[in-house]
């Protein structure tokens, strides 16, 4: 028996069952697959017109859920939405005011993961941060707070 291929809604809408997506992201998925670009633009019509797929509300959504769970700065949930296909200008919009303190928190507690008071290296430290996206005066305040509490 052959199996007739789903057409690009249903596919779509499979798609958006397991994960949240961006139009972006759900378009390029349909466009792999061999959908015609015909067909995968109605598609798209058809999930925003029933409010399926919202990027405006999928990218406020996840920037909360990260930004709650404290563990990334600012500037890697901003990279993240953007590799996830959301509007550079929209994610910069949801960025609140209190960011830097955000920032502050969430270094000071993956430095207090990482290092012990034993194990603290200064230019370690600040590498570790660094690469994670903090910028220089949230790495600068968060080494000496820790070292402060730890000396």
Known sequence: MIRQK??????????????EQSSTVLRRKLLARDYDAAEVDDALAKLKHYNYLDDAEACRRQFENFYSDGKLSVRQISAKLFRRGFDKNFIEQLIPADADEHDLLVAEKLLAKKFSAATFERNKARQFLAARGFGGDIVSSAVENFQRDNS
Request: charged share 30%.
């Open 6 to 19: 789903k057409s690009a809604l249903m596919k779509a809408t499979d798609l958006l069952a397991k994960q």
